[in-house]
């Protein structure tokens, strides 16, 4: 990390300051050391760039292994994330643009690669429990405007009303509970800033009942390497999804991901199948928590299910 990113950053245990010791630099950048606590006294590692205020991935260490094998995937086509976040997110060049940005659940960081580089974040900050981070590093680390962390959302190492924006898109419902979730990341947020998530929708009842079913009785019994082999040769069946009638069925009885690019096939069906926990939404359930949150301007995205708001 950049010596500066510790401005950005409190103790998440008591919300004190900060003070940095540095064991190993590259590039101008502390690649090893410790934040401690002025206060309480709590130290965070810093290892590989990245500081670490967890210790381990707990329920997500399958999206650390997703995006370890995909690592490329989405970062190699910049035109889908960038149509990805205006579609799920309703986010676009103008709500981003010289922002102080906190992205939850980064991933690889293919959105934190367009909020800094296209879209011209002042700062932006990815967040991510697994050990995606260190794809994401990778990918997008040694941007001189992007600060990656290993950190729990339910904890995090922020001061409140810190952001001018803060985005996640398909994370907050891989956590136990996704209502606790999203009231634990608003109150980072400044005053008129700007909240946009995107959850499942529980519109596909049959669907999800099959795919719930293959997930908790057969793929969950797999490594990470049988579920990547599983997700590279069911996506070849696609093309037998696309017939008439027959596909219709299979599609609800063995739910696939159905992207026309094959990679992100694989990529999105290995997401279907690995999480521990997988939470679905109304629009109106999701709508009434940011009333509750005492949000503005509340509206969905184009696709279900994307929320935004405005804190007033």
């Keep these: 990390m950049l010596k500066e990113a510790i401005d950005f950053f ?8 900060l003070s940095l010791e540095i064991l190993q630099t590259k590039n101008d950048r502390v690649k090893e050391g410790t934040l401690t606590c002025t206060n309480c006294s709590n130290k965070y590692q810093i290892i590989n760039f990245i500081p670490r205020f967890v210790t381990n991935e707990e329920y997500v260490s399958s999206f650390g292994d997703e995006w370890h094998l995909f690592k490329d995937v989405k970062n190699t086509r910049p035109s889908m994330s960038k149509d990805e976040m205006s579609k799920y997110l309703n986010l676009n060049k103008e709500d981003i643009e010289n922002k102080l940005v906190l992205e939850i659940g980064c991933g690889a960081g293919p959105y934190l690669d367009i909020s800094a580089k296209e879209y011209k974040a002042k700062h932006i900050i990815g967040v991510d429990l697994s050990r995606a981070v260190d794809a994401a590093y990778e990918n997008v680390g040694e941007l001189e405007n992007v600060t990656i962390i290993q950190a729990n959302l339910f904890h995090l190492p922020f001061k409140e009303k810190s952001f001018d924006l803060i985005y996640s898109l398909g994370v907050l419902h891989h956590t136990p509970d996704t209502k606790k979730a999203f009231k634990a990341i608003t109150p980072y947020v400044k005053k008129q800033g700007l909240v946009s998530i995107w959850l499942y929708g529980k519109y596909w009842e049959r669907k999800i009942k099959n795919q719930n079913f293959i997930r908790r009785n057969i793929t969950s019994k797999f490594s990470s390497k049988q579920l990547y082999t599983f997700s590279k040769i069911s996506s070849y069946f696609y093309y037998l999804y696309l017939l008439p009638i027959i596909g219709d069925g299979l599609r609800e009885r063995f739910p696939l991901a159905m992207d026309k690019d094959i990679q992100v096939r694989q990529l999105n069906t290995f997401d279907m199948y690995s ?24 509206r969905p995205s184009r696709y279900l299910l994307g929320m935004k708001g405005y804190k007033a």
């Design 10 to 17: 409190v103790c998440p245990s008591c919300k004190s300051n």
């Design 275 to 298: 999480p521990t926990y997988i939470n679905y939404h109304y629009l109106d359930e999701v709508y009434e928590w940011f009333e509750e949150e005492n949000f503005k301007d509340i």
